[in-house]
């Protein structure tokens, strides 16, 4: 069982409960058989890490304006020692790597700066000024590493920001970097593949609460960094815990050979639309015989679907498209490099690195659809798929943030879904009542206990966790239940080679013995909110709307948007608890109608606007009955970013 924990203080200034329990005997024997097949005579990745080094910050702590520390530069600094016993070596390794921050050059004008989020982020100088990719995850370390950047390099002014793609690590510390009136003036161009904007605010918003509260599970942000805590996510260290900010692109890229030349520097460019994210690009810098892969090629095993949520990628597109950066650029190219992790240099080296991550994805597709057409289920085909010698032999493709395991399920899911055929498994019972039956057939909760104790004792931590899991949602737990499941996630948490599979199952344990520690980390911020179009909006409101409770309640507004030179209109009705809208060219015959602006449209919307004070200010107009917006706001019910993932 596990040792007394302690407090301690988290990389991001938050404080939160220590795991400190020992790895069992069966834990470390699962570790040293997994250490005995791995290619530690490789030593690639230590030197390409450190090529390059220009500098490390000399404030280690990046903090927000009211003093939190939003990111510690020195939270990992006990990677430096030997691995321990509750670690798997494969990942230590790799958060080694990825804990070397500082600035880098990749070629002469292109410079990395990592280590300070969990995304890299690229400085390309221009003629006079630089372009920057990719500004991080929030304001503030964005402008921790520019500042890195501009006390080596000079004061260069950024000419334009450049945003592979539509995950919040690459856009979220724009506003770090530059300012919304230098874009504005046309002083600085933001570029962004074409669907950037509505895919960023859609997934940031309309499933955003339950994605980041997930994401505390899978990156550990809450966790205490320590060799029995949190390691690493395996594509970079963890999430930064600053203001994410969002400025919308004024260029977009449509087409593969589009070029773009900012301030001399030539900038070439293929989509990659449904591979790592829906809206994607890779670069390529001719002169400097450079190429980025944005996240489509990195130091690891990437997801087909991540633990924290999102909609499935297309294993089999992702693999085409890397084919294709071959094709276009393989004969020629110097360096690849990428928006997290460190290079790969030298032609034959790099066209090597994207062929195998090529055949990575590739393989993994083809041979999940290969066993699903002899009958086998996500489940089955994720216990007996094996790479090839070559894929396992490389460190790049071991699974640190994607895994095997996950990534075939959900190859299953994209092409068969969550059914597996079987009508037996078409209506199972939900967690609680299934495992109130599950308990009663083991003989009753002590029996239930018993049972899990023999699993944990045996080194089955698998069957433990699962039947501690019907124990604890069948509600008749008690604290020795909880206990043992909070150690038994543990040790498959420090023999996981996944960093987010282990940081998933110590935040597990942390929640079972502390009570929820929340969302560490938010995406809807008030930049993605002023983002969304009016239909996303709408669509926002609608997912929140509580039908049940308003089947009978019926209501017809308009709103009129102010913003364009001609007036926008849209009308919403609530009918059978559904909110429905639609454009129009005019309010709709005996609706209320509000006219406003965007801005007024969201500050209502999220309560920040009081109706009677803005019509009082002439912010907002009403033609009708000014109440129905307090009815329809009374529809909505509330989100709970806190809710219960391991227990009931």
Same mark, same amino acid.
Not at 13 to 38: H, K, M, N, Q, V
Not at 102 to 122: N, W
Not at 164 to 189: K, L, M, N, P, Y
């Given at each position: 069982?596990?040792?007394?924990?302690?407090? !301690?203080?988290?990389?991001?200034?938050?404080?939160?409960?220590?795991?400190?329990? !020992?790895?069992?005997? $069966?834990?470390?024997?699962?570790?040293?058989?997994? $250490? &005995?097949?791995?290619?530690?005579?490789?030593?690639?990745?230590?030197?390409?890490?450190?090529?390059?080094? #220009?500098?490390?910050?000399?404030?280690?702590?990046?903090?927000?304006?009211?003093?939190?520390?939003?990111?510690?530069?020195? !939270?990992? @600094?006990?990677?430096?020692?030997?691995?321990?016993?509750?670690?798997?070596?494969?990942?230590?390794?790799?958060?080694?790597?990825?804990?070397?921050?500082?600035?880098?050059?990749?070629?002469?004008? #292109?410079?990395?700066?990592?280590?300070?989020?969990?995304?890299?982020?690229?400085?390309?100088?221009?003629?006079?000024?630089?372009?920057?990719?990719?500004?991080?995850?929030?304001?503030?370390?964005?402008?921790?590493?520019?500042?890195?950047?501009?006390?080596?390099?000079?004061?260069?002014?950024?000419?334009?920001?450049?945003?592979?793609?539509?995950?919040?690590?690459?856009?979220?510390?724009?506003?770090?970097?530059?300012?919304?009136?230098?874009?504005?003036?046309?002083?600085?161009?933001?570029?962004?593949?074409?669907?950037?904007?509505?895919?960023?605010?859609?997934?940031?918003?309309?499933?955003?609460?339950?994605?980041?509260?997930?994401?505390?599970?899978?990156?550990?942000?809450?966790?205490?960094?320590?060799?029995?805590?949190?390691?690493?996510?395996?594509?970079?260290?963890?999430?930064?815990?600053?203001?994410?900010?969002?400025?919308?692109?004024?260029?977009?890229?449509?087409?593969?050979?589009?070029?773009?030349?900012?301030?001399?520097?030539?900038?070439?460019?293929? #989509?990659?639309?449904?591979?790592?994210?829906?809206?994607?690009?890779?670069?390529?810098?001719?002169?400097?015989?450079?190429?980025?892969?944005?996240?489509?090629?990195?130091?690891?095993?990437?997801?087909?679907?991540?633990?924290?949520?999102?909609?499935? &990628?297309?294993?089999?597109?992702?693999?085409?498209?890397?084919?294709?950066?071959?094709?276009?650029?393989?004969?020629?190219?110097?360096?690849?490099? !990428?928006?997290?992790?460190?290079?790969?240099?030298?032609?034959?080296? @790099?066209?090597?690195?994207?062929?195998?991550?090529?055949?990575?994805?590739?393989?993994?597709?083809?041979?999940?659809?290969?066993?699903?057409?002899?009958?086998?289920?996500?489940?089955?085909?994720?216990?007996?798929?094996?790479?090839?010698?070559?894929?396992?032999?490389?460190?790049?493709?071991?699974?640190?943030?994607?895994?095997?395991?996950?990534?075939?399920?959900?190859?299953?899911?994209?092409?068969?879904?969550?059914?597996?055929?079987?009508?037996?498994?078409?209506?199972?019972?939900?967690?609680?009542?299934?495992?109130?039956?599950?308990?009663?057939?083991?003989?009753?909760?002590?029996?239930?206990?018993?049972?899990?104790?023999?699993? +944990?004792?045996?080194?089955?931590?698998?069957?433990?966790?699962?039947?501690?899991?019907?124990?604890? +949602?069948?509600?008749?737990?008690?604290?020795?239940?909880?206990?043992?499941?909070?150690?038994?996630?543990?040790?498959?948490?420090?023999?996981?080679?996944?960093?987010?599979?282990?940081?998933?199952?110590?935040?597990?344990?942390?929640?079972?013995?502390?009570?929820? +520690?929340?969302?560490?980390?938010?995406?809807?911020?008030?930049?993605?909110?002023?983002?969304?179009?009016?239909?996303?909006?709408?669509?926002?409101?609608?997912?929140?709307?509580?039908?049940?409770?308003?089947?009978?309640?019926?209501?017809?507004?308009?709103?009129?948007?102010?913003?364009?030179?001609?007036?926008?209109?849209?009308?919403?009705?609530?009918?059978?608890?559904?909110?429905?809208?639609?454009?129009?060219?005019?309010?709709?015959?005996?609706?209320?109608?509000?006219?406003?602006?965007?801005?007024?449209?969201?500050?209502?919307?999220?309560?920040?606007?009081?109706?009677?004070?803005?019509?009082?200010?002439?912010?907002?107009?009403?033609?009708?009955?000014?109440?129905?917006?307090?009815?329809?706001?009374?529809?909505?019910?509330?989100?709970?970013?806190? +809710?219960?993932?391991?227990?009931?």
């Amino acid at each position: 069982m596990s040792s007394a924990p302690t407090t !301690a203080a988290v990389g991001d200034g938050a404080a939160t409960t220590a795991i400190s329990a !020992a790895a069992t005997p $069966a834990t470390r024997r699962r570790i040293e058989d997994a $250490a &005995r097949t791995l290619p530690f005579e490789d030593v690639q990745d230590f030197e390409d890490v450190q090529r390059g080094f #220009v500098a490390r910050a000399a404030e280690r702590q990046v903090r927000a304006a009211d003093g939190r520390v939003v990111w510690d530069l020195d !939270a990992y @600094a006990f990677l430096d020692g030997p691995v321990p016993p509750t670690a798997h070596p494969s990942l230590w390794r790799q958060s080694r790597l990825l804990a070397v921050d500082g600035l880098f050059e990749v070629v002469p004008g #292109v410079y990395q700066l990592r280590g300070f989020d969990i995304s890299v982020m690229s400085v390309l100088e221009t003629d006079s000024g630089v372009v920057v990719v990719d500004p991080l995850v929030c304001r503030e370390t964005a402008a921790a590493a520019l500042a890195l950047y501009r006390e080596h390099r000079g004061p260069r002014a950024v000419q334009a920001v450049v945003y592979t793609h539509s995950h919040i690590d690459h856009f979220g510390g724009v506003r770090g970097v530059v300012e919304q009136e230098d874009v504005d003036a046309g002083r600085v161009q933001v570029v962004a593949p074409a669907g950037f904007l509505e895919h960023a605010v859609a997934e940031n918003v309309f499933a955003g609460t339950a994605m980041a509260r997930r994401a505390g599970y899978m990156y550990g942000a809450a966790l205490h960094r320590g060799p029995a805590g949190q390691i690493g996510a395996g594509l970079g260290l963890t999430t930064s815990t600053g203001e994410a900010t969002l400025i919308a692109p004024t260029t977009h890229v449509c087409t593969t050979g589009q070029e773009l030349v900012v301030d001399g520097l030539r900038l070439v460019f293929q #989509v990659t639309p449904g591979t790592e994210a829906p809206a994607e690009m890779n670069v390529y810098l001719p002169d400097q015989r450079a190429l980025c892969m944005a996240e489509n090629a990195s130091h690891t095993l990437h997801n087909v679907l991540t633990l924290r949520g999102a909609v499935v &990628r297309d294993a089999h597109a992702w693999a085409h498209y890397l084919t294709e950066a071959i094709t276009l650029w393989g004969d020629e190219l110097d360096v690849v490099f !990428a928006s997290h992790h460190w290079p790969t240099w030298g032609r034959e080296r @790099a066209v090597e690195y994207l062929a195998l991550q090529r055949d990575l994805y590739l393989y993994l597709h083809d041979q999940t659809l290969r066993m699903i057409n002899q009958g086998l289920v996500g489940s089955e085909i994720a216990e007996v798929m094996q790479l090839p010698p070559a894929l396992e032999a490389a460190w790049h493709a071991r699974g640190y943030y994607g895994s095997v395991s996950h990534n075939v399920k959900a190859v299953y899911q994209r092409y068969l879904g969550w059914y597996e055929g079987n009508p037996a498994r078409l209506w199972q019972h939900p967690p609680q009542q299934a495992g109130a039956r599950y308990v009663r057939a083991m003989g009753g909760s002590a029996a239930a206990l018993t049972v899990a104790q023999q699993a +944990f004792d045996d080194g089955d931590y698998r069957w433990a966790a699962e039947v501690l899991d019907h124990l604890i +949602f069948a509600g008749s737990a008690d604290s020795r239940a909880t206990a043992l499941q909070a150690a038994t996630l543990e040790q498959l948490g420090y023999g996981a080679e996944n960093g987010t599979w282990r940081s998933s199952y110590l935040a597990a344990a942390v929640e079972l013995r502390h009570g929820p +520690f929340g969302t560490p980390t938010t995406s809807a911020s008030a930049d993605l909110l002023r983002a969304l179009t009016p239909s996303q909006l709408f669509d926002s409101l609608a997912i929140r709307v509580d039908g049940p409770r308003c089947w009978d309640e019926r209501l017809l507004l308009s709103w009129v948007l102010t913003d364009d030179a001609v007036p926008v209109a849209y009308v919403t009705e609530l009918r059978n608890g559904v909110l429905h809208h639609r454009p129009t060219t005019a309010p709709a015959p005996g609706s209320t109608t509000f006219t406003l602006d965007r801005s007024a449209l969201v500050d209502l919307f999220t309560g920040s606007l009081d109706l009677a004070a803005a019509v009082s200010e002439g912010t907002v107009a009403v033609d009708g009955d000014a109440t129905d917006l307090g009815r329809l706001m009374s529809c909505l019910a509330p989100v709970d970013p806190d +809710f219960a993932i391991v227990t009931p």
